[in-house]
Structure formats: structure tokens, C-alpha cells
T-cell receptor
């Protein structure tokens, strides 16, 4: 089967750094994406890893290790507006059939 | 560009009624996706199109669900007859092939309540 597992909830304080993990089991692999979704809103794209290693975009970084079937999203200098749900997602190899992870709800405390 | 546009934003209907959700993708995008999101099942891909052709509908829950894309700028998801368990937020997303990072752009969603 195919699944992407994420911890259900993470809590951190403003200004801190938080890491949200994603472990996956997919038949084939075609890169790992990350999306942010605020309550009542739509998912919005954050980051994508096609290859192993770290991708950095401002306060957001994403890491992928295909040999370990593992990735994470790192948020630095947390702000209250970062409180949202974060999803990892991957398409089945050779297709655009995307599987989304179970999602991590991030709570940022003042 | 206005982004992906979905209508209606909210739909309340009674069990047994037909429901039609609409989506206008971003101009120039050749992939269109329909997702359903619930607390229990998360975000699920129902069907996706490439150049208006359905490629994979294995996520469509049953025959009551159907989707069409008559042209590059319009798609519909129809539920007939609707049931209370269909209550969810339905998202449409579009993407452009060969675009780096495989970014999907989501519409604001339609919140469906079937009573």
C-alpha cells in the first residue's frame, strides 16, 4: 500500500524552531512536497524535494532521505501565523496520483 | 491570474438530491485534480485530468460520483444521489506539467453538507 505518516500535533513557542516529520511507504517515488493549510483555508504549496538533501526557502526548509523513506519540514523563527496544519504529499511514481499525509497540526504559543 | 475558482463555496442539501460542484482551473494549466477532505479520512484524491481527459478515477468512492471536464477552463464534480456521508470539503486544484516542483494550486473549496 501507500501511506505517508505524520505526527498529529506539535506545539512550539514563538521564535523557536520546529521540525515536522513525514515517513512514507510508497511503491515508487517521485519527490516529496509540503503544503500548509490554515483552518478553513485551502492547502498552499511550501516546498518540494526531488532529490535527497535540504531545500531552503526563507524560514522554511525541507529535507528528504529516500534511502530512509523519510522527510521533514523545518520552520525557523516561528510566528503566530504559522499555526496551521502541514501536509507532506507524494505522487505515485510515473503518475500525478498524489497521496497526502495524515497532517501535523502546529500550534504556536506566545 | 485569479487562481483556481470553485463554486459554490458552501452547499447545503438534503439526502437524495443532486449536487454539482464547479471548478475553473488556472489558465494554461493542463492538470486538474478533485480532492475531498474530511476529519476521518484526511485529504483524498478523487480523480485527476490531463488535457481534459480523465487519467485516474480510482479514488471516486462509488458510482454516485462523476466528474467531467468538457474544456480546458471548466470541470464539474457531480454527486447523485447525495448522502450524509458525502459531507466534506471538496477542493479542486490545477497544475502545469513540466513545471518545477510539481506545484498544485488549490481553490478555496466547497463545503458540502448533506442533511
Amino acid at each position: 500500500g501507500q501511506s505517508l505518516e505524520q505526527p498529529s500535533e506539535v506545539t512550539a513557542v514563538e521564535g523557536a524552531i520546529v521540525q515536522m516529520n513525514c515517513t512514507y511507504q510508497t511503491s515508487g517515488f517521485y519527490g516529496l512536497s509540503w503544503y500548509q493549510q490554515h483552518d478553513g483555508g485551502a492547502p498552499t504549496f511550501l516546498s518540494y524535494n526531488a532529490l535527497d538533501g535540504l531545500e531552503e526557502t526563507g524560514r522554511f526548509s525541507s529535507f528528504l532521505s529516500r534511502s530512509d523513506s523519510y522527510g521533514y519540514l523545518l520552520l525557523q523563527e516561528l510566528q503566530m501565523k504559522d499555526s496551521a496544519s502541514y501536509f507532506c504529499a507524494a505522487p505515485r511514481s510515473g503518475t500525478y496520483k498524489y497521496i497526502f499525509g495524515t497532517g501535523t497540526r502546529l500550534k504556536v504559543l506566545a | 491570474d485569479a487562481g483556481v475558482i470553485q463554486s459554490p463555496r458552501h452547499e447545503v442539501t438534503e439526502m437524495g438530491q443532486e449536487v454539482t460542484l464547479r471548478c475553473k482551473p488556472i489558465s494554461g494549466h493542463d492538470y486538474l485534480f478533485w480532492y475531498r477532505q474530511t476529519m476521518m479520512r484526511g485529504l483524498e484524491l478523487l480523480i485527476y485530468f490531463n488535457n481534459n481527459v480523465p487519467i485516474d478515477d480510482s479514488g471516486m468512492p462509488e458510482d454516485r460520483f462523476s466528474a467531467k471536464m468538457p474544456n480546458a477552463s471548466f470541470s464539474t464534480l457531480k454527486i447523485q444521489p447525495s448522502e450524509p456521508r458525502d459531507s466534506a470539503v471538496y477542493f479542486c486544484a490545477s497544475s502545469k506539467s513540466r513545471l518545477a516542483k510539481n506545484i498544485q494550486y488549490f481553490g478555496a473549496g466547497t463545503r458540502l453538507s448533506v442533511l
